[in-house]
């Protein structure tokens, strides 16, 4: 019998359908020959949903993400539907909140062959977490704003950090196990300025300690943004705050030639959710031209995950041939979507990744 796993889907809103309908057909393709099998739930959330219903995040679909093996989540969000009091629908970031996913894991891949704004074809093979449960994100949405001021609060906790750095630390050395890095975290501070930082390097300092066989070396913010286009690939993981990991995702996808193209995954203890980086792209919503490399790749790192987790090397092999495919299809470059300077629409690029993975 095989080993089933349940996946939450959140298919969301603008091109969210769009670029999870040919995902979830890429990963039934991958499990149809497999040991283990996907059961995919339908979790409806968002802005469309909201507009739709005047509930934003139900509860049944709250309950299926708390009961499935992996969540995969395209986009959510639309300008013109917002709540009462103006501010954005944003069931992702309820999910961050509620499952604690406190590290937020940003790879930024570039292969030789595929297109960036980099002077160069080193390869850059890196990974940014974003701690995205505290930080400067603290007081999101309840900040205090008087006629002469405004204030938030930047929040550091042991209860956070120390598991985040333990995290980091693991995924170096799984992949200097991988044959994908040399065994290196760096810190991303402002130590120099703010004393939450240097708690936050004290604690990074002290997890570096428990981990002889990893490097670990410390980096001011500014200067990180300056050799994150100078020299990226001399990083392997790094690990950062929230509004420095917000800023600098943006950065890592500008390198890799797009939002269309940068993965992410929030990860907890107990739950992890997929997602790309971008947003629900309203703008080329409806038209099928929507690239959906960057929801792939998040599937892919969810079998990676999946197959870590639950000691399933099959499930690690196939999240691995699935970022395989879609690098080999960036590299040879003959399908391109818009967003990369080509023609193609969202179904041709899927196809050429079925076409890859065969
Ligand atoms: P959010 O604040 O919700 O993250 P955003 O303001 O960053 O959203 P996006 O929705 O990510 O905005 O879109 C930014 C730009 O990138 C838009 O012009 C959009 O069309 C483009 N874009 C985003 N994702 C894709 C994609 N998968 N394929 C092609 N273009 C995309």
Redesign the pocket.
């Known amino acids: 019998m095989k080993t089933t796993y349940e996946i939450a889907v959140f298919e969301g809103d ?2 969210g359908p769009e ?1 999870m309908a040919p995902t979830v057909d890429l990963l039934l393709t991958l499990a149809e020959p497999a040991s283990y099998a996907l059961r995919f739930v339908d979790a409806p959330a968002g802005a469309a949903h909201y507009a739709r219903t005047g509930e934003s995040f139900p509860t049944a679909s709250m309950d299926t993400a708390r009961g499935a093996d992996a969540i995969l989540l395209s ?3 639309l300008p013109d539907v917002r709540y009462p009091d103006g501010t954005e629908i ?1 069931p992702q970031i309820d999910l961050r909140k509620a499952l604690t996913l406190f590290a937020g894991v940003r790879p930024v891949t570039i292969r030789p062959g595929h297109p960036t704004p980099l002077a160069t074809d080193k390869p850059v093979d890196f990974v940014l977490i974003r701690e995205s449960t505290e930080g400067l994100f603290h007081t999101q949405g309840r900040g205090e704003v008087t006629e002469d001021e405004a204030r938030e609060t930047l929040l550091i906790t042991r209860a956070i950090s120390e598991p985040l750095f333990k995290f980091a630390f693991d995924l170096a050395k799984s992949r200097k196990a991988a044959g994908r890095g040399p065994g290196k975290v760096t810190c991303v501070d402002k130590a120099n300025v703010f004393r939450a930082f240097a708690f936050f390097r004290e604690m990074f300092d002290a997890e570096a300690a428990k981990h002889p066989d990893i490097a670990a070396d410390h980096a001011y913010v500014d200067a990180t943004a300056l050799w994150m286009v100078e020299r990226p690939w001399s990083f392997d993981v790094m690990v950062t705050e929230n509004m420095f990991g917000d800023i600098l995702s943006d950065l890592g996808a500008g390198l890799m030639g ?3 193209l940068a993965p992410s995954a929030d990860i907890g203890h107990d739950h992890a959710v997929f997602q ?9 919503a409806g038209q099928g ?7 792939i790749l998040s599937a892919a790192m969810m079998l990676e995950w999946l197959g870590g987790r639950h000691d399933a090397p099959e499930l690690t092999r196939d999240g691995v041939r699935l970022r395989e495919a879609v690098e080999a299809v960036i590299t040879a470059g003959t399908v391109r ?3 990369l300077g080509g023609t193609d629409g969202t179904a041709a690029v899927a196809a050429a990744v079925k076409a890859a993975l065969a």
């Open positions: 603008g091109i670029i986009a959510m969000g944003s797009g939002l269309g790309p980086c971008h947003g629900s792209a309203p703008d080329i031209v929507a690239n959906p490399m960057a929801m979507s818009r967003d």
